[in-house]
């Protein structure tokens, strides 16, 4: 098969601020891609990269160095997604985060790109319309409490 569509290998995290509340990222409404969209912080994994790791080096790079405080835990799920051509395969590793240390402040310290913002909800209230394409049916199945954050770290 001849298929010129990449296949990218991402892990993005699920930031638990407590039992029922996420931090989430809006894009720039100028992004190349998903421009106002809500996502799952993180990004792509490099070669040679273990994929938890690449998620810690993410979201440093793109909340600031306070994010290292930031703990990623166990996979919540396996996503996929096709995007129209000529966007990619995507395979989405997301991770439980623990984001206690910083639920006093819901992400306000982040240094993010211009336009771009980090986001508190409660799940039952996500805005599963705002989601990029590849995150909505995990945010239903958030919103539905199909997915809760472990009781152990």
Known sequence: MGDASPRLLVAAGLVWLGPRRVLL??????AAHGAGCLE??????ERGEAPADALARELVEEW????ASLM???IAQVLHH????????V????????GSSWAAHEGAGATLEPGAEVCAYDVSALPRAEFLAADRSFAAAL???RLQRPDAW
Do not use: C, I, M, N
Request: hydrophobic share 30%; aromatic share 8%; charged share 20%.
């Open 25 to 30: 990222q809006r894009r720039s409404r100028t």
């Open 82 to 89: 096709v995007y129209p051509a000529p966007g990619p395969e």
């Open 64 to 67: 600031g160095p306070d994010a």
């Open 91 to 98: 395979v989405l590793l997301v991770y439980h985060v623990d």
């Open 72 to 74: 990623v835990g166990p």
């Open 143 to 145: 919103a539905q409490g």
């Open 40 to 45: 799952f912080p993180g990004g792509k994994v």
